[in-house]
């Protein structure tokens, strides 16, 4: 999950983890069968690549992560092109920061998987939290040359052009993203901030109130579209929205200095 929020000349990146909320009891016991009786099949088949990756699947759902790892890494020696194994280490190993890690797993499913663009996307993902625009730029539009629609890399890419000060190039590409995906609000969110960055106040608005019509509890959104309103001289639009707001999520600090 990621993020965009303009701040004075610079927009920011933020990137949210993966949580679970804890499931009631029933839940917590159908977890705990799936892990029991994925262990019985991996008793059973100790050299079944798919019972390692089965168990590994029901731990991971568990929050167990260490020992997840444990049985991808085992579905892995048996079967280096496992490709469930290798993404959910993968994504074990980004959840432990352990960047270089998932790095070497997702060049290796490039190279078994040429014309999959998960690999490629993941890799551009990384290479942005090292924040390495430069290749991030260039994975995501190996993705986008791949023939799909590549909302998700269109999406990126914007943010990375961005970062980059190509605004008029993130412009185009978060329009081309909404022309095959219309009500996502994270795309109109990226071309309100792209439009604000490059001085187009009243699209930037437009922008930003579609994204928070789309997604109505977005603090990003209604971050954004703050600032937008306090750009274009609006203090009496942003305070009313803030106030709204604020009553819902009082403990928002950034609402709250805005509103200040």
Do not use: C
């Amino acid at each position: 999950p990621l993020s965009i929020t303009k701040h004075l000349g610079s927009v920011a990146i933020g990137w949210s983890p993966a949580t679970s909320d804890e499931g009631d009891r029933e839940e917590h016991d159908l977890v705990s069968r799936l892990i029991e009786r994925s262990r019985r099949e991996v008793m059973k088949r100790p050299s079944s690549a798919r019972a390692h990756s089965n168990l590994g699947i029901a731990l991971l759902n568990a929050g167990q992560l260490t020992a997840a790892a444990a049985e991808f890494e085992s579905a892995l020696r048996i079967d280096p092109k496992h490709y469930v194994a290798a993404t959910s280490l993968a994504r074990i190993k980004v959840e432990m920061s352990d960047l270089s890690g998932a790095e070497q797993i997702y060049q290796s499913l490039r190279s078994h998987y040429p014309n999959t663009t998960t690999p490629v996307l993941s890799l551009a993902q990384i290479a942005m939290r090292k924040q390495d625009y430069k290749s991030a730029e260039v994975l995501l539009r190996e993705a986008i040359g791949m023939g799909h629609k590549a909302i998700t890399a269109r999406y990126h890419l914007g943010m990375i052009l961005l970062k980059l000060g190509r605004k008029r190039e993130a412009i185009a590409e978060f329009r081309s993203a909404l022309r095959n995906d219309v009500r996502s609000p994270f795309l109109y969110e990226g071309l309100g901030i792209a439009y604000l960055l490059n001085g187009s106040v009243k699209r930037a608005i437009a922008s930003f109130k579609t994204a928070l019509a789309l997604a109505p509890q977005s603090k990003t959104s209604v971050h954004n579209l703050s600032i937008a309103y306090l750009d274009s001289h609006e203090p009496e639009k942003a305070t009313d929205l803030l106030i709204s707001y604020l009553e819902g999520y009082p403990d928002d600090m950034s609402a709250r200095e805005l509103l200040g």
